[in-house]
């Protein structure tokens, strides 16, 4: 079992920046990989990027220039720095960890992007 937390989102302008964090816990070393994640409302669940072990980004063409995904192995932590925000980014963000055998995630994170 793998534990995820959110936080750091909340109701931004338009060009701002938001961090989000995510604290794993539990069967870490089961982790192949960690993402985020968001849908909006009416909408499916979409990802935004992804980092894996081996150190390889990738973001979502929507995002790319603006959203970076770092990782803290020492903290088990994972972020989203979010930069030059826009209305269309207002979702509710999760947290994901990928291992060999499911996927869990995190309650998720409210963002809302005012114009």
């Known amino acids: 079992q793998v534990q995820l937390v959110e936080s750091g989102g909340g109701l931004v302008q338009t060009g701002e920046s938001l961090r989000l964090s995510c604290v794993a816990s539990?069967?870490?070393?089961?982790?192949?990989?960690m993402a985020w994640y968001r849908q909006a409302p009416g909408k499916q669940r979409e990802l935004v990027a992804i980092?894996?072990?081996?150190?390889?980004?990738n973001c979502a063409d929507s995002v790319k220039g603006r959203f970076t995904i770092s990782r803290d192995n020492a903290k088990n932590m994972v972020y989203l720095q979010m930069n030059s925000l826009k209305p269309e980014d207002t979702a509710v963000y999760y947290c994901?960890?990928?291992?060999?055998?499911?996927?869990?995630w995190g309650q998720g994170t409210q963002v809302t992007v005012s114009s």
């Open positions: 994901n960890s990928q291992s060999m055998y499911r996927d869990y």
């Open positions: 539990g069967s870490i070393s089961s982790i192949v990989a």
């Open positions: 980092t894996t072990n081996g150190g390889s980004t």
